[in-house]
């Protein structure tokens, strides 16, 4: 099956040429690899111009069995990531859609595996996988972001009852049943993925997290930034999404383990203020305890400096989403209210 890309028809769709995504015109075909599966188009939504974009594209083309095609979508510039993904699904004519956000670098094999994985399971409606545990950025904050979401999807491996988008595959006849993504709730970065696998879940389809599936993040990020997303972007909207759904709480960062981190940080900054001692290393101990293999990880990739800096920061993630609680009951309340009031 011949590599081709085609021309997207539509001014705001760029689809790059095979020549200048850094790949051949005929994939390559791995001797362990049986060609039975369907095919694939990557969508790239770039309406931000981001400067990884370039990186993006070379790691596609040069991976092993490259997408027949490759649709990134550059404008109209302030597009959404919703928008923009949904704007090149329509253009797309492979039967499996595979979304890379513009700052992740995909590993060789990615493409493989996901071909594999809808190989060997015809039901299956959509995969997803991981960040890797070597993120391509400078800087305390950007490591510890980075690779607390790898931590999070490594340990969130097997059946999923959501979706990410930063690099997740999904049928194209189950993705345009559901009608995409919901551009006009979420026309900014936001959990517009999650709220997809939701609607994925209620339906009855199957959806995998397969951490083998990695790319490299090349996103930056520092202390302002990360709360700000962790809390408004993320934090707020996500629980606003399960109050609505009534949806329950274990799924990837919402376990036992991650509420008693939490429950456990509120109470350290608390034993801080009162300068309790005691309560400041019982709490930091039992910190330490519950997520020992995510400090463990910390150390193995950057050493005691990323260590000691990602107590505070992993404190500070806890906190910020203790904090976005309160602040989605109102707006959630605030919601209803209003809808019961234009109700007859």
């Known amino acids: 099956m011949p590599s081709t890309f085609r021309p997207a028809g539509k ?20 001797s362990t690899y049986t060609w039975t599966v369907s095919t694939l188009s990557v969508v790239v939504p770039a309406t931000d111009g981001p400067t990884t974009l370039r990186r993006a594209v070379a790691a596609i083309g040069n991976a092993q069995l490259p997408p027949e095609e490759l649709i990134v979508v550059d404008r109209p510039r302030g597009l ?5 993904r949904n704007r090149g699904s329509q253009q797309a004519r492979g039967e499996i859609l595979v979304f890379v956000d513009a700052d992740v670098e995909v590993h060789e094999d990615v493409f493989v595996r996901i071909r594999s994985v809808f190989d060997r399971d015809p039901d299956l409606a959509a ?5 890797d ?7 305390v904050v950007s490591a510890f972001r980075n690779l607390l979401h790898h931590h999070v999807h490594q340990q969130g491996a097997g059946v999923a009852t ?13 993705f345009e049943e559901l009608g995409g993504f919901d551009e006009v709730r979420f026309s900014q970065p936001s959990v517009e993925d999650i709220e997809l696998g939701s609607r994925l879940h209620a339906s009855g389809r199957r959806v995998l997290l397969d951490p083998e599936i990695q790319g490299t993040h090349l996103k930056t990020w520092n202390l302002a930034t990360m709360t700000k997303t962790d809390l408004l972007r993320r934090g707020v909207p996500w629980l606003r999404l399960m109050l609505e759904k009534r949806a329950g709480t274990g799924a990837l960062n919402l376990g036992w383990r991650h509420r008693l981190s939490a429950a456990a940080s509120v109470v350290l900054v608390v034993a801080l203020i009162r300068r309790s001692h005691r309560w400041v290393l019982s709490t930091l101990a039992l910190l330490l305890l519950v997520d020992r293999s995510f400090y463990g990880l910390l150390l193995r990739r950057r050493g005691l400096r990323l260590l000691v800096a990602g107590v505070p920061l992993h404190v500070i993630h806890r906190l910020t989403s203790v904090a976005a609680v309160p602040i989605a009951l109102v707006a959630h309340a605030a919601e209803t209210w209003k809808t019961r009031r234009v109700e007859p």
């Open 80 to 84: 959404g990531p919703a928008a923009a």
């Open 133 to 139: 545990d070597d993120p391509d950025v400078p800087g």
């Open 162 to 174: 959501t979706f990410w988008a930063g690099l997740g595959a999904i049928r194209r006849d189950v």
């Open 127 to 131: 995969v997803f996988g991981s960040y």
């Open 11 to 30: 001014p705001d769709v760029l689809t790059r040429a095979g020549a200048a995504a850094g790949t051949s015109a005929e994939p390559r075909r791995p």
